[in-house]
């Protein structure tokens, strides 16, 4: 995939809804534990953008809420997916957007200080190769549509619906710079929990 869906492995961003008590589905609630970053802003940021589409709290207990922007707001900045040799959307003209939560301490600061992932493990630089990334994300679609194939280092079987989709990503990291990544709708790990991240992931 020619970086609209295939970002590098160290982006990705994981969302899900918070239970019990929730109307609002677009918004996201929860608690990072262990967490030492300290109070401050959580910015929703498109991938390759550095303008917030929203912005939301975080406590300095990890506990933090933020809200997806609405369709008409993702319609704005979703981008039609390119897929290489081997991967198909249908239909072709399908516009997606994925975005990262990057805690900042404050609404001014332009200095990221982590991100805001949900998933099992997450790797780090000392971690020993083979290394394996599972975690939750979020692809926005303005329409209905499928993602299906293998190209390049990545397998996609998506059957994705206008606005936000929860989707399971695993990363499969063999060596340096030789990653494989899968994308499907299936459940997430039973290990899932909101972690903080020094690089930027999905969100």
Do not use: H
Request: glycine share 8%; with cysteine; charged share 10%.
């Amino acid at each position: 995939m020619k970086k609209i869906l295939g970002v590098s492995a160290l982006l990705a961003l994981i969302l899900v809804a918070c239970p019990g008590g929730n109307t609002n589905p677009n918004l996201i609630t929860g608690q990072i534990t262990p967490y030492s970053t300290g109070a401050g802003v959580v910015k929703l940021i498109k991938i390759f953008a550095t303008t917030p589409l929203t912005t939301g709290t975080i406590d300095a207990n990890g506990n933090f809420s933020i809200t997806l922007p609405d369709n008409t707001t993702m319609d704005a900045v979703a981008t039609t997916v390119q897929l290489d040799s081997g991967c198909t959307a249908t239909p072709a003209d399908l516009k997606i957007a994925s975005t990262y939560a990057g805690i900042y301490a404050n609404a001014s600061s332009s200095t990221q200080l982590g991100s805001i992932v949900y998933g099992a493990v997450l790797p780090t630089n000392t971690t020993p190769f083979p290394t394996t990334l599972k975690q939750v994300m979020r692809y926005y679609a303005d329409k209905d549509a499928t993602i299906t194939g293998t190209c390049a280092n990545e397998t996609y079987n998506l059957n994705l619906k206008r606005g936000w989709n929860k989707i399971y990503r695993t990363v499969v990291t063999p060596q340096v710079g030789n990653s494989n990544s899968t994308y499907t709708m299936n459940p997430a790990d039973p290990d899932m929990i909101w972690r903080f991240s020094p690089s930027t992931l999905f969100f």
